[in-house]
């Protein structure tokens, strides 16, 4: 079977800290959901508006194309120009070179996508190269080694990776400090995973011994203004700018911190489920799966259903909440026929998407071999 799979989002946090009902693998859509704290009574919310811009796995506009970039058609030219479309990645660069703020953020996306050819496994972590450094030298030491150990079962160049890495951030962050909502919540994402990693590693140095580098990274980690603090401060303030302009990846994001409260939020389900709902509004079609899931918990199976039949409606043209629909059934409302139907479907999109983007399919089958699954036989 083929796991979700795509750009790694705020779900890492939740499996790096084992949470989740509903919670499974995932890079491509990985939101997993915590047991519920209490039996409260969660009201019915409204129906989702219609004004969703679908989401299809169409091929990248034309280099030469007269209508103005968007994020979503510069992250097709980002993926383009990742599996050598010359004309892609030229169109990026040119605009890019004039300062437009979408072209920044695709260019970004190309960076980070050739990153993740290189290694899926290590994310490029926003507060992991230079601003690490700077606000915490031993956290970032102590991050090197985590990520050592999680590149050492795998072939792939460090140093090449590292600076692809490097290189995306740059890009990423010049597009959101100019305003892109999309690279605004991408920068928030990964502020956010990398606090709750920062968080993990805390923990662990805690339980390895008390030397003077292991009370050092503890200090740095956790005393007042310490580099945890500025990561989550980082993360919040990128992901209310872009939830601000109503960007549904951002929305989806915080949506997700206050399901689990890990790290930056406190855990508070109402918040949870109004951001998804925004998110679903805005466009992230996957997050009526999540809305679904939360009402299944809570014992509203009236809204449960609701929210799953969007979903189904949905999923026929997204792949991401093709899978989302799948765990649903396999790990809620119990349904092998649909969890094997929404398989099919989602592996056919995934399909389509890995024959128009060859570096798509490279990661893929990476990430299958860090999960030590064999890629499906229709590759």
Known sequence: MKAPRGFWTIGILLAAFGVGFFGF????????????????SISAIPAPSRNIEERTTSSAPSAAASSPLTDQSVKLLAYAAASDDKAARDTLDAQAAKGVPV??????????????????????????GSWLRKNSPEAAR???????????GLKGDATETKKLCETASTWFEKAASAGDPAAQAKLGQEFYSAAARLKMMASI????????????TK??????????????????RWLN??????????????ASGYLVGVACVKRDQRKALDWYTKAHDDGDLSASVDLASLYWEDGNFTDAHHWIATAEREGAVDEETSWS???????????????????QRAES????????????????????????????SDE
């Open 142 to 152: 102590e991050r090197e080694k985590m990520d050592r150990a999680a590149m050492s």
């Open 205 to 216: 140095v805690s339980s390895n011994g008390d030397s003077a580098a292991d009370q050092e």
């Open 241 to 254: 700018q872009a939830a601000a302009a109503h960007e549904p990846n951002a929305e989806s994001a915080l």
């Open 349 to 376: 999109l995934d399909a389509e998407e890995d024959e128009k983007y060859p570096a798509l399919k490279l990661i893929h089958e990476k990430e299958m071999q860090a999960a030590g699954q064999e890629p499906s």
């Open 103 to 128: 072209a920044e953020y695709g260019l970004a996306l190309f960076y980070f996508t050739k990153a993740q050819e290189l290694n899926p496994v290590t994310p490029c972590f926003a507060a992991s």
């Open 25 to 40: 693998y995932s890079l491509r859509q990985s939101k997993t959901l915590p047991e519920p704290e209490s039996a409260m």
């Open 325 to 343: 629909i799948v765990q649903y059934y396999k790990l809620g409302d119990v349904n092998e026929e649909k969890a094997d139907y929404w398989r």
């Open 219 to 236: 200090d740095d980690l956790n005393r007042g203004g310490g580099v945890l603090k500025l990561a989550c401060a980082e993360a919040l």
